[in-house]
């Protein structure tokens, strides 16, 4: 299955991109793809460990199963006002 | 204006027409915060900023957040609206109205919404420095299943 991260903030700068495809086997919770997201780029591993991702409107936790077609958005520590 | 206006926007904000909006006759009060963009950070200059966000999760939490307000302090209205895009030195960033029987309610319930929106709602914020470098400012992890004093520490808003 395939799933698109939306890169947010410093993110999206640390990936040079504003959003990543991730093709996982059935059944992968996010936790795991960010795990394999973090292979190829070990230095955002301690930023995306402080991270939260986001279904639309609603966050959701690490053990969240992926679907097929999923589109998440990595939310990196924020600061408005 | 109703509560269909977007909380997150692309144009300058504008303090007046949140004045305007809704009479509340039993309120003496009306608490107002402008934040505006601050020419430096610590001892280094700031030339301009960039605030993004992440709408869909943005807009809900600053309407949550508004309401959480109206109810823990017991006040008839609470509106927050925040700026994002490229904005200069002294351009509104976020704007905070309440309105209140007196006027304690209407500045602590003020102080208690642009915390919460600081601390809680996706937005993010790139400085531009003078030597053409920017960074993004280091806020609040918001992910869920962490504690929440975890989540925030060393951070300081």
Same mark, same amino acid.
């Given at each position: 299955m395939t799933i698109t991260f939306e890169l947010h903030g410093a993110l999206a700068r640390l990936f040079g991109r504003d959003e990543i495809s991730l093709t996982l086997p059935p059944d992968t919770t996010l936790e795991a793809a960010l795990g394999q997201l973090a292979e190829g780029a070990p230095d955002a591993w301690p930023i995306l460990e402080r991270c939260a991702c986001a279904l639309e409107d609603r966050l959701v936790f690490r053990s969240q199963l992926l679907e097929d077609g999923m589109r998440l958005a990595l939310l990196p520590p924020v600061a408005g006002g | 204006m109703t509560d269909a206006c977007p909380r997150v926007r692309e144009v300058p904000l504008q303090i007046e027409p949140l004045l305007a909006i809704? $009479?509340? $006759?039993?309120?003496g009060a009306l608490g107002l915060f402008a934040g505006t963009v601050r020419n430096h950070h610590g001892h280094r200059p700031v030339l301009r900023l960039r605030y993004s966000a992440y709408r869909p999760l943005a807009e809900r939490l600053i309407r949550e957040i508004e309401a959480e307000t109206r109810a823990r302090f017991g006040i008839p209205y609470c509106r927050v609206e925040h700026r994002v895009g490229l904005l200069e030195i002294g351009e509104l960033a976020i704007l905070c109205v309440t309105r209140a029987p007196h006027r304690a309610e209407a500045f602590e319930a003020c102080r208690h919404a642009v915390d919460e929106v600081k601390h809680r709602v996706p937005i993010w914020k790139e400085e531009f420095y003078a030597d053409g470098t920017s960074r993004f400012v280091e806020g609040c992890c918001i992910? $869920?299943?962490? $504690?929440r004093e975890r989540a925030h520490a060393g951070v300081r808003t």
């Amino acid at each position: 299955m395939t799933i698109t991260f939306e890169l947010h903030g410093a993110l999206a700068r640390l990936f040079g991109r504003d959003e990543i495809s991730l093709t996982l086997p059935p059944d992968t919770t996010l936790e795991a793809a960010l795990g394999q997201l973090a292979e190829g780029a070990p230095d955002a591993w301690p930023i995306l460990e402080r991270c939260a991702c986001a279904l639309e409107d609603r966050l959701v936790f690490r053990s969240q199963l992926l679907e097929d077609g999923m589109r998440l958005a990595l939310l990196p520590p924020v600061a408005g006002g | 204006m109703t509560d269909a206006c977007p909380r997150v926007r692309e144009v300058p904000l504008q303090i007046e027409p949140l004045l305007a909006i809704e $009479p509340h $006759p039993d309120c003496g009060a009306l608490g107002l915060f402008a934040g505006t963009v601050r020419n430096h950070h610590g001892h280094r200059p700031v030339l301009r900023l960039r605030y993004s966000a992440y709408r869909p999760l943005a807009e809900r939490l600053i309407r949550e957040i508004e309401a959480e307000t109206r109810a823990r302090f017991g006040i008839p209205y609470c509106r927050v609206e925040h700026r994002v895009g490229l904005l200069e030195i002294g351009e509104l960033a976020i704007l905070c109205v309440t309105r209140a029987p007196h006027r304690a309610e209407a500045f602590e319930a003020c102080r208690h919404a642009v915390d919460e929106v600081k601390h809680r709602v996706p937005i993010w914020k790139e400085e531009f420095y003078a030597d053409g470098t920017s960074r993004f400012v280091e806020g609040c992890c918001i992910r $869920p299943d962490l $504690p929440r004093e975890r989540a925030h520490a060393g951070v300081r808003t």
